[in-house]
């Protein structure tokens, strides 16, 4: 009993350490998708993070796009987006970025296996500064999800899932910019509604230094099908 006391003081003065140095951020996203043909779907995505202070967003991301149903685990896409980061509550840097992504999902048993491909090229302004860059970036996310309490993602379904995700820089050194690894859980409200939640980490690599960042993750899941063909799969399985 006095080594578990111990180990738990321990870990909580090393817990301290750390959060003095690298504090939680907020992540809070809201996903719509809708679904307007058997083959073709929208899909649109909202975000705001408060990185410097958990309760104060100082970044935000709307974007969105269509994809197709090439098959029921084949399902490309193409998108467009808006992003913004703030410093001391001024616009520092703007974005608009557009991406052609492949998502290819496995299933063993109950487990979901999606892997996640996308190209991005993106388009910065600096405000403060007037100056313009652009970028070229690829990523890859392997996302492992299963039910918790039942064989399927339904309503009334709690799930886990993990994912691991790396992004390559081809236009900036070091060619490895980041890794951004989450855990969490989610439940599957009704047909349209779901719910997730858990921890984000992610690691940015520069060569001024590199830097983690903590993530409290909060999101809204939101399906909405409208074509004739309803064997969809609910928002949690993604």
Request: proline share 3%; charged share 25%; glycine share 8%.
């Amino acid at each position: 009993m006095k080594n578990k006391v111990y180990f738990i003081i321990i870990f909580l003065l090393s817990f301290s350490a750390n959060a003095q140095q690298e504090h939680v951020s907020s992540f809070n996203a809201l996903t719509v998708t809708y679904k307007f043909h058997p083959k073709f779907f929208l899909y649109a995505e909202g975000q705001l993070r408060g990185i410097e202070d958990f309760s104060y967003p100082d970044y935000y991301e709307i974007k969105g796009g269509v994809g197709y149903n090439l098959t029921k685990n084949h399902k490309p896409f193409i998108g467009i987006g808006r992003y913004g980061n703030y410093k001391n509550h001024v616009m520092d840097k703007e974005e608009f970025r557009v991406w052609l992504q492949d998502v290819i999902d496995l299933k063993s048993g109950k487990f979901k296996f999606e892997n996640r491909f996308r190209a991005e090229k993106s388009w910065f302004y600096e405000p403060l500064k007037d100056v313009h860059s652009d970028r070229i970036r690829l990523r890859y996310r392997l996302n492992i999800s299963v039910p918790l309490n039942a064989d399927t993602v339904k309503p009334g379904t709690v799930f886990a899932n993990a994912y691991d995700e790396v992004f390559f820089v081809t236009t900036e050194k070091p060619l490895f910019a980041r890794n951004r690894v989450y855990g969490g859980f989610g439940y599957q409200i009704d047909e349209n509604f779901g719910i997730a939640t858990g921890y984000l980490w992610q690691r940015e690599f520069a060569q001024s230094g590199n830097k983690n960042l903590h993530f409290l993750y909060l999101a809204l899941n939101i399906t909405i099908d409208g074509s004739d063909d309803k064997d969809y799969q609910f928002p949690g399985a993604d």
